[in-house]
Structures are given as structure tokens and as C-alpha cells.
């Protein structure tokens, strides 16, 4: 049995901030543009939440993956790991 890879905090504290950073923009200007951030920012939460506990999800590589990236490329990282597909494809 493969030992269990843990998703670093640094990350998930990165992603809650990008969530709240989202919901503060939007709630200053709830606009177009601010609701498809902040709809990011909630489904990239949603699904790091969910590859936390999946046994389908490959929590090495998307460890290693969002270790080796920078910050803008988490959403599609995350959201590839989870669905197969970046970001604007899954949510759409």
C-alpha cells in the first residue's frame, strides 16, 4: 500500500486566500469579470477539498505538480488532477 501524500498547507492556505480575495472583489463590484474569478477560486477550493480525499486522485504528482509551479497555474493543475480537463473546460 502506497503511504498517504499529504497536500501541503502552505497550499491550501494559498487557495483560501485567492477564495477570499475573490468574494471581496466580487462583493465591491459585483461584475461579470469579478463572478468568473470568484467562481474559480470557489471550484479550485471545492475540488483541492475533494483530491484531499479521493482515492482516484494522484495526490504524489499533484503535490509535486503544484510544488514545481507557480501560483496562477494551480487552478488548471488542481482541476486537472481531479476532472482531466483545465479549469474553463470542466466548469463549462
Known sequence: MKPTVHIDMTVETQVKQALIQAHKAFAKNPN????????RAM???QQLQWAKR????????????LEHNP?????????RATTGKDIHAAMA
Open 71 to 79: 501560483l496562477g497555474e494551480w487552478q488548471n493543475i488542481i482541476s
Open 54 to 65: 479521493s482515492s482516484l486522485v494522484d495526490r504524489e504528482k499533484l503535490a509535486f505538480d
Open 32 to 39: 461579470g469579470v469579478n463572478w468568473d474569478v470568484c467562481t
Open 43 to 45: 471550484f479550485t477550493h
